[in-house]
């Protein structure tokens, strides 16, 4: 796609798609082709998988820890609810 379709697609500016493209051009995962007065991107997504696999060991770790603190919320959560309301004695 050219810079102008990929824009109409945000609702930014026509140059805060130009600074995200360079961005995404450095890490190599955009390609641009000059192609007379447009400028055409193309996205090479490959080394994503990298990314992905390096990432994988920290997810599988934090979908555990979130897991361990959901299911000590519903305990507390039961106990709270299984506790019978004591009212409170004024005193004399």
Not at 23 to 30: A, H, K, P, Q, S
Not at 35 to 61: D, F, H
Request: net charge positive; charged share 30%.
């Amino acid at each position: 796609m050219n810079l102008n379709a990929i824009a109409e697609n945000f609702s930014v500016s026509r140059p805060a798609i130009s600074q995200h493209i360079k961005v995404l051009t450095e890490c190599g995962l955009v390609i641009i082709r000059q192609q007379g007065r447009e400028r055409y991107c193309e996205a090479k997504l490959g080394q994503l998988g990298q990314v992905a696999s390096w990432i994988e060991p920290y997810r599988k770790e934090w979908e555990h820890q979130f897991s361990a603190l959901d299911h000590l919320l519903d305990q507390l959560q039961s106990k709270s609810k299984s506790k019978p309301k004591t009212k409170k004695r004024k005193r004399p």
